[in-house]
């Protein structure tokens, strides 16, 4: 390994807070300074982002709160943690100083692929399918750690990925010696997650080098791509990413199946199109006021 | 009259230091050689140590702290240690000192009457607490119930008692059962903080057993609140396998194998707007009687204690 990549790895690891969009933070915040929401509303507007509900799994899986590598569904690390707990986290999270269009794209991506992995799940009789939509929601925490430490490097891939005509993925490993997906696999791991989240973001691209939740990774993997194909948010980058046979037969899904979760998906995403547009004029009403 | 013993030179420098800690009520008992301070501590133990660090020899010093903090029915009793800025500035081992609290010399009176009095309510506080889930333990529970038999408005108090926690401790070890104990008693606060915040207790009992105590009309929402969470969370912390199948199978406590079923969660409610009780004691006896029927319940559940209901 040369030392760019040394150096690029190091950051990585070293990653301390990742950002969130400006809206769902005023949001956040206002619901906090209301006497009657309760934790459950919050939980709900947590469990709609990705970096959040990362956070959130980090802290109930710290030794401080006693769970380590226990928590991996959102709703428990809510009930667990409690809402004054919650408020703090609120109050502690940065946000993204310079909002790009992409990031409210990687959110929005983020969003979709939780709720095809969550429509997936529930036909694929997994025992935890909401373990599944918390995997599919933070799979690419990795692309949110790049973006805040390697900001130089940033330009250059999104440079390669234009010029080149390939997808970030591809970029990223041409460029620094190494992918998103790994990434987040370590942050994954850094901050205590189950092993079950862990493997599975760390696998998504490639369902078959997980060791023990190829399914789960297979499931991530797919709505990844099919979220692409119906065109809501992107991963910054405009090309869908290549589909893993092994993972496509291990899913064992007929064309009518297929159908079937499209619709199942396109009538989920209207609540999560209405929200995002709610989080667009948040953002608006923080900018003005 | 607490007693407080005092070892070492001028601690009590003036006589307004002790004046000021006998008319606050403190009996201060100056000694000034180990021999008869460790006799005081062996033989009728004060309620508090203070010592000057450079009392006698060192090691006379150090054999006089082992007394007090190396017997278990003594740690708490609270050591306040006596020092100089020059002591600070070189800075301690704590290690080697088991001390509670410093008193940097020069002191006011008023300061080292503040410092005895913090000292007295930590130790309450922290040892009262119980070490794993760091809720107030059986003396604050007594206090808490008494108070809420004493009050004009009605309370509930409601006993929790995990089902099935022997056997899951018995298959998955202590630690894992630590674990579930840990969930309960955050699951519980975190609701209670939440749906009954003013005016209400959580403490716990030891084991598996908690108590909470809330207004009579939070009662109802409590209790289906934390159970909802309970059955949430738990599956957490069963392997999916015994999920899958819904119970386990493990000898009960002579030696039999029999069915468990997964954990759950029983809670037990005692009113006390009716007055029906006056002591503690009776609202803990009759909890009993409740816990008794709910636990035969399938799942989790709450029952209220009948008798104890209004009209």
């Known amino acids: 390994m040369d030392t760019k990549q040394a150096d690029f790895r190091k950051a990585l690891r070293e990653v301390k807070n990742l950002p969130t969009l400006p809206g769902i933070i005023s949001k956040l915040t206002r619901m906090a ?12 507007v947590i469990s709609k982002d990705h970096i959040l509900a990362a956070k959130l799994l980090k802290l109930v899986n710290s030794a401080f709160y006693g ?49 095809v992995c969550s429509v997936l799940a529930k036909r694929l009789e997994v025992s935890d399918p909401e373990e599944v939509s918390t995997a599919g929601l933070i799979h690419d925490i990795g692309k949110v750690a ?29 460029l620094l010696g190494l992918d998103h997906a790994e990434v987040g696999g370590w942050l994954a791991k850094s901050w205590n997650l189950p092993p079950k989240l862990v493997e599975s973001i760390a696998c998504h691209h490639n369902p078959t080098d997980a060791k023990d939740e190829k399914l789960t990774a297979a499931i991530i993997h ?16 405009v090309w869908v990413p290549p589909l893993s046979k092994s993972a496509w037969e291990m899913l064992n899904l007929s064309a009518q199946d297929i159908d ?19 989080i667009q004029s948040e953002l608006e009403r923080s900018v003005t006021s | 009259m607490k007693r407080i013993l005092i070892v070492g030179e001028n601690i009590v420098g003036s006589s307004e230091h002790k004046i000021l800690l006998e008319a606050k009520g403190y009996q201060p008992l100056l000694i000034r ?111 808490a119930i008494q108070r809420a038999i004493d009050a004009d408005e009605s309370y509930g108090v409601c006993y929790i008692d995990i089902d099935n926690f022997k056997p899951y401790n018995d298959r998955y070890g202590f630690s894992q059962g630590d674990d579930v104990i840990l969930m309960v008693a955050r699951i519980a606060v975190n609701v209670i903080d939440e749906l009954a915040r003013d005016g209400s207790f959580v403490g ?76 503690s004691g009776e609202v803990s006896t009759a909890a009993s009687e409740v816990k008794h029927f709910v636990k035969q319940k399938e ?4 029952m209220i204690d009948r008798r104890s209901l209004k009209g």
């Open chain 2, 33 to 143: 050689d180990l021999h008869s301070a460790v006799s005081l501590i062996l033989e009728d133990p004060p309620d508090m140590l203070i010592m000057d660090i450079d009392f006698g020899e060192k090691q006379e010093g150090l054999a006089l702290l082992n007394a007090v903090k190396g017997c278990l029915q003594k740690t708490n009793i609270p050591v306040l240690l006596v020092v100089t800025e020059k002591h600070v500035a070189t800075g301690f081992n704590w290690q080697t000192y088991p001390v509670d609290d410093i008193l940097v010399r020069p002191f006011s009176p008023e300061l080292m009457l503040a410092r005895i009095q913090l000292a007295e309510a930590r130790m309450i506080r922290v040892f009262d607490n119980n070490p794993l889930s760091k809720l107030p333990g059986n003396t604050s529970i007594l206090k």
């Open chain 1, 222 to 237: 797919f709505s990844d791509i099919l979220i692409r194909g119906l065109g809501y948010g992107h991963g910054d980058d």
């Open chain 2, 204 to 279: 716990h009992v030891g084991g598996d057993d908690f108590v909470f105590i809330v207004g009579e009309e939070k009662v109802k929402p409590v209790c289906e609140r934390i159970l909802a969470n309970f059955d949430v969370v738990r599956n957490m912390f069963i392997p999916a396998e015994d999920l899958k199948v819904g119970c386990y199978v493990e000898k009960d406590r002579q030696g039999r194998e029999t069915i468990f079923g997964l954990l759950s969660l029983s809670i037990a409610v005692v009113m006390t707007g009716s007055h029906v009780y006056s002591h």
């Open chain 1, 33 to 44: 300074e209301d006497p009657d929401t309760t934790t459950e509303q919050m939980g709900k």
């Open chain 1, 146 to 174: 790049i973006k805040m430490e390697l900001r130089r490097e940033c330009e250059a891939l999104g440079q390669l990925v234009r010029e080149k005509e390939i997808s970030m993925l591809a970029a990223e490993r041409e």
């Open chain 2, 299 to 302: 799942g989790s559940n709450y």
């Open chain 1, 67 to 115: 769970f380590p590598q226990k928590i991996s569904s959102l709703n428990s690390a809510i009930i667990l943690l409690g809402f004054n707990v919650i408020k703090s986290l609120i109050i502690s999270s940065s946000i993204f100083e310079l909002m790009e269009s992409q990031d409210m794209e990687l959110w929005e991506h983020s969003l979709g692929c939780a709720v």
């Open chain 1, 260 to 278: 079937e979760i499209i619709e199942q998906v396109e009538e989920k995403l209207w609540d999560v199109k209405g929200f995002s547009l709610e």
